[in-house]
């Protein structure tokens, strides 16, 4: 079986992720595991992994330095990272395109190494939250019109989404003097500032 993606893990000494990356094995990806970050990013220079997954409590590992320099560094920016183990908003930080927490099960980290290793995963909007999450009122629009989405929280993310899928819309979530740029980031045609639910009703009645 041809192999979907690679995929390269800072982990916490076989710990906690070892059912993560069990799960992604199964479903045909290649995953190194490492809670060396050094050996992370040489390799990854040399083999340039699809997706990073980062464990916040990997030991002897300080995870937002590594999404740092994964993040700022151009040879290695290309690939979304997923932040395992963030319990809350306060700790979404810039470089992370997604927070899979311990409360949530594997099966989402496999869906959004699907989204972008596989691609073509049919979500009709990509939602950028830009680290501004929406409230539940607001997310409550898109579960009772059923319009399915994918949520990523920077625009590296998107953009790298938007390579291997086609959504009917993007809806942008920030603060609203930064949306012109973040709109130019992505470069989606079709893409919506919302800052309310008002504003999503209409567009979600539109999409259906």
């Not at 979907?4 to 094995?25: A, C, H, V, W």
């Not at 980290?109 to 501004?132: P, S, W």
Request: aromatic residues 12%; glycine residues 6%; contains cysteine.
């Amino acid at each position: 079986m041809e192999q979907p993606g690679r995929i390269f893990m800072i982990d916490n000494g076989g710990k906690t992720d070892g059912r993560y990356q069990s799960l992604l094995e199964e479903h045909g990806y290649e995953v190194f595991a490492t809670n060396n970050a050094y050996q992370l990013i040489r390799y990854a220079e040399e083999l340039h992994p699809q997706l990073y997954v980062v464990d916040k409590n990997a030991e002897d590992v300080d995870a937002w330095q590594v999404l740092n320099y994964l993040s700022s560094n151009r040879y290695l920016d290309e690939a979304p990272a997923v932040m395992l183990n963030a319990e809350s908003t306060q700790e979404m930080v810039k470089g992370a395109s997604h927070y899979v927490s311990a409360r949530e099960n594997g099966q989402m980290l496999v869906d959004i190494a699907d989204a972008y290793c596989r691609g073509g995963r049919g979500y009709k909007v990509l939602l950028l939250e830009d680290y501004l999450p929406y409230s539940a009122n607001e997310f409550n629009a898109m579960e009772e019109f059923r319009i399915s989405y994918f949520k990523v929280y920077d625009a590296q993310g998107a953009k790298m989404f938007l390579q291997r899928n086609a959504p009917q819309a993007v809806i942008i979530h920030c603060q609203k003097e930064e949306y012109n740029k973040i709109r130019g980031l992505v470069g989606f045609e079709n893409t919506f500032y919302v800052e309310n639910r008002g504003n999503m009703e209409k567009l979600v009645s539109f999409l259906k």
